[in-house]
């Protein structure tokens, strides 16, 4: 059984910095898209970044150039490097699975999810 455990969220000031994990477990990850999406209170869940296993990116527009994700495969882990945190950040943010090997920026492409990690950003 898949299992994904986001860490490292918290409180930060704007124009702060905060870096996620993701450690994934219950099989070989390395061949697998693993992304992150985040979701604000009332809004819908929304495409932050993704990781292919040969370490191709795609990240969304509003995070472009601030946010850096990246994976250790030998770890099974994912990382997402938050800059110049704004307060229009602040969401639980999610860690996810794709077991196809295409770059997906849609949560419904994605087959596995962690539990989220709270983020909080105070102007």
């Known amino acids: 059984q898949v299992h994904l455990v986001e860490s490292g969220g918290g409180l930060v000031q704007a124009g702060g910095s905060l870096r996620l994990s993701c450690a994934a477990s219950?099989?070989?990850?390395?061949?697998?898209?693993m992304g992150w999406f985040r979701q604000a209170s009332g809004k819908a869940r929304e495409f932050v970044a993704a990781?292919?296993?040969?370490?191709?990116?795609a990240y969304g527009d509003s995070v472009k150039g601030r946010f850096t994700i990246s994976r250790d495969n030998t770890k099974n882990m994912i990382y997402l490097q938050m800059s110049s945190l704004k307060p229009e950040d602040t969401a639980v943010y999610y860690c996810?699975?794709?077991?196809?090997?295409?770059?997906?920026?849609?949560?419904?492409?994605?087959?596995?999810w962690g539990q989220g990690t709270q983020v909080t950003v105070s102007s």
């Open positions: 996810a699975v794709a077991s196809m090997p295409v770059l997906y920026r849609h949560e419904n492409d994605y087959d596995y």
């Open positions: 990781v292919s296993w040969t370490t191709s990116t």
């Open positions: 219950g099989r070989t990850f390395s061949s697998y898209v």
